[in-house]
């Protein structure tokens, strides 16, 4: 049995550290879903195979964005439950998450499925591979359910203190997803679609054997047949905490699509590069995220049992190991972005292409290591709201514009373009720096 971690007592780093590696090794291979498809795609198939993966990725890492912002209401709320020593209701809370997001998946899946090509021809997909980047929608939002389910148990287990099990199930799921490109892309010869098609089924595995887990574990709530219904006022609750950080994901990832349709009026070579270099992303900025969702979990237990002080400690440590990554990561980004680039595509226009969006990935890489660490310490307070502001003052008042203003300037390279990314981080930063001082002034008198 794996035992779950109680993050209200004791040492903090080393727990937050324990916790926050399988997280981060979960991550890692949840970017390999994206990136498998992409490398064996690059290698195996057509530019437009390849463009269609970048963008058709793009479109279906939104959903997936917005799935996981609502769940984190599960796991703030389980995890607050847990640190205030009520079990039962952690359970009522897990049983209507259930429900909620069942009810979820269907609706999503009925939105997405047909209007594949619709969405695919609103991100101005390159003419040559719209049949494919829609082929990529489609299949893989017939595979929402498992997204969902995924989520949602991986929301459970964080809120619980326990990263391991998601980590195992994710893995052996990654196993079957490289196999699977391999058998539909270099064996089969069907392109996008094929890729699509061994993303879908790796993560129905991964459902799966996380519920496999499930059964055979003793768990620190109580989760009873009466649970899994619509109890109102803990669905509000989750939404409540929930849809102000699926909203911000959603607004900042639309943000993300918008200048990737910017980018794919100048051509497919320039769709593909930016394709890669965001795979790339997802793997230079895995250390950040994963301290976000470790925060969120530690914070969260923490505040139910009212150790505000060890949340604030946890925030220190988390943006000190974050940052000493995030250096790391800068130097290879800015300098070596056509070997990152490389790793994805074949092609020489395509990694040239990459490397040089990549250079501005690499300033944001310095940045980040504060900026998600934030978000991750007050998703755990519940304060969503301010979780979303930020995200979207960021992503509408400053990328999106710099980014069409500079695209607008034909001379204007993918770096100058990219450099919308971190110049909206700094802003985000700031309002996050200010929101800390007024916590605790406001901590300071009275909690």
């Not at 969260?300 to 988390?318: C, I, P």
Request: hydrophobic share 55%; net charge positive; glycine share 10%.
């Amino acid at each position: 049995m794996e035992r779950e971690n109680s993050f209200t007592t004791g040492p903090i780093l080393g727990p937050l550290v324990r916790f926050a590696l399988p997280v981060l090794l979960a991550l890692f291979l949840q970017a390999l879903y994206g990136a498998i498809d992409l490398w064996v795609v690059g290698k195996f198939a057509e530019a437009a195979d390849v463009s269609g993966v970048s963008t058709g990725s793009q479109i279906t890492q939104t959903v997936a964005i917005v799935i996981t912002g609502l769940a984190m209401g599960i796991t703030v709320q389980v995890g607050q439950k847990i640190g205030e020593g009520r079990p039962e209701e952690a359970g009522k809370a897990i049983g209507s998450g259930i429900t909620l997001f069942l009810l979820l998946a269907l609706a999503v899946t009925a939105v997405m499925v047909p209007g594949a090509g619709a969405i695919s021809r609103l991100m101005q997909a390159p003419e040559e591979a719209l049949g494919e980047t829609t082929a990529y929608v489609r299949l893989c939002s017939a595979g929402t359910v498992f997204i969902v389910a995924y989520n949602v148990l991986g929301s459970i287990f964080r809120g619980i203190g326990n990263s391991r099990i998601p980590l195992y199930t994710v893995g052996i799921a990654s196993v079957f997803n490289i196999a699977g490109d391999l058998l539909f892309v270099a064996v089969l010869h069907m392109g996008a679609a094929g890729a699509a098609i061994a993303t879908v089924m790796a993560q129905g595995l991964s459902v799966l054997l996380s519920w496999l887990m499930i059964r055979r574990m003793e768990l620190p709530f109580t989760l009873t047949k009466a649970d899994l219904r619509m109890n109102r006022p803990i669905v509000g609750r989750i939404l409540n905490l929930g849809i102000p950080i699926a909203l911000q994901d959603l607004l900042v990832s639309i943000s993300f699509l918008v200048i990737m349709a910017v980018v794919n009026t100048r051509g497919v070579i320039a769709s593909a590069g930016v394709g890669v270099a965001e795979k790339v992303c997802a793997f230079i900025m895995l250390v950040p995220s994963s301290y976000e969702q470790a925060m969120s979990a530690f914070v969260a237990q923490n505040v139910g049992a009212g150790e505000h002080r060890r949340a604030r400690l946890a925030l220190r440590y988390s943006v000190l190991m974050s940052a000493a990554v995030g250096l790391a990561m800068f130097y290879l980004a800015f300098f070596h972005g056509d070997l990152l680039s490389g790793i994805f595509a074949k092609d020489r226009q395509i990694v040239a292409a990459g490397a040089d969006y990549l250079r501005a990935y690499g300033i944001d890489c310095l940045l980040t290591c504060f900026l998600f660490c934030f978000i991750g310490f007050y998703n755990g307070y519940g304060k969503t709201v301010l979780v979303m502001a930020q995200g979207i003052f960021g992503a509408f008042a400053v990328r999106i514009p710099i980014a069409f203003l500079v695209s607008r300037n034909p001379a204007a390279s993918l770096f100058h373009i990219g450099l919308a990314t971190p110049s909206s981080t700094v802003v985000q930063i700031v309002i996050c720096l200010t929101a800390l001082v007024l916590l605790r002034r406001k901590l300071g008198r009275g909690a």
